[in-house]
């Protein structure tokens, strides 16, 4: 039974939120407030953490930081819960390390979907794993076991989010994918307006593979459509070979 950590200062949301998962199959506990939340989340390590942003004592970005530094709790999923629901709100939460962010008042079944496809997706066994697709092109060879990535012969640690962002660009090397399609495969459910979630974890992604992030060379932006993944076709023993010479 997967269980998950409810970090929110709101008895009667908190409730509410445990009531229903635990309907759903899940084992809830709950904290009142940031350092309880980070401390029980460092216990029990669960298998999904519910956070609120608007916490007494450490606030949940602080709280989301915090957990990421640490090696015991660096890999447990975070759903971030919170009243802010401006763009610049989200793209803090997902700077701090939240894996999905969802707004309040939201309904239980938005809730219930996004706690599903994250469990789904960071069960410790990556979509990638899971079928027999490309996991390697010219420099970048994808280790599913690890969430690793061989480029150009250096291995670069991603998280679970940024592999399965990078997976799903390897399958469609050289096109153009749009972001409802990123947001099905990626996040596992149905796509909204918002894309600032895939512009910041694209971010990311530019930072560990790109030489200049700013001007970008292999994820690229198809303004108006989507992004785009383009390698040279070279082997990891002719770049190591080009390099060595």
């Not at 084992?27 to 009142?32: D, F, I, K, R, W």
Request: overall charge negative.
């Amino acid at each position: 039974m997967p269980r998950i950590l409810v970090i929110d200062d709101d008895p009667a949301i908190a409730e509410l939120v445990a009531v229903n998962l635990e309907m759903a199959g899940y084992e809830v506990s709950q904290a009142p407030d940031g350092i309880k939340g980070q401390a029980m989340a460092l216990q029990m390590q669960p298998d999904l953490i519910m956070l609120d942003l608007m916490l007494p004592k450490v606030d949940g970005f602080t709280v989301c930081q915090r957990l990421r530094r640490d090696d015991r709790t660096a890999d447990i999923p975070v759903l971030m819960l919170t009243a802010l629901g401006q763009t610049q709100d989200k793209v803090e939460g997902f700077n701090a390390g939240a894996d999905d962010y969802l707004t309040k008042p939201f309904e239980v079944e938005e809730l219930l979907a996004r706690v599903r496809a994250l469990l789904r997706r960071t069960d410790r066994i990556p979509q990638a794993a899971k079928h027999a697709e490309i996991l390697n092109y010219g420099p970048l060879t994808l280790v599913p076991e690890r969430f690793e990535a061989v480029w150009f012969g250096k291995t670069v640690k991603l998280t679970h989010l940024e592999f399965e962002l990078l997976h799903c660009l390897l399958q469609r090397h050289g096109q153009t994918v749009s972001p409802s399609e990123i947001l099905r495969e990626v996040w596992g459910y149905d796509p909204d307006d918002d894309i600032e979630t895939i512009r910041v974890h694209v971010r990311h992604l530019r930072t560990k593979l790109e030489p200049e992030p700013r001007h970008p060379q292999y994820i690229k932006t198809v303004y108006g459509a989507g992004y785009c993944l383009e390698l040279p076709n070279t082997s990891i023993e002719e770049v190591t070979t080009s390099i060595a010479g």
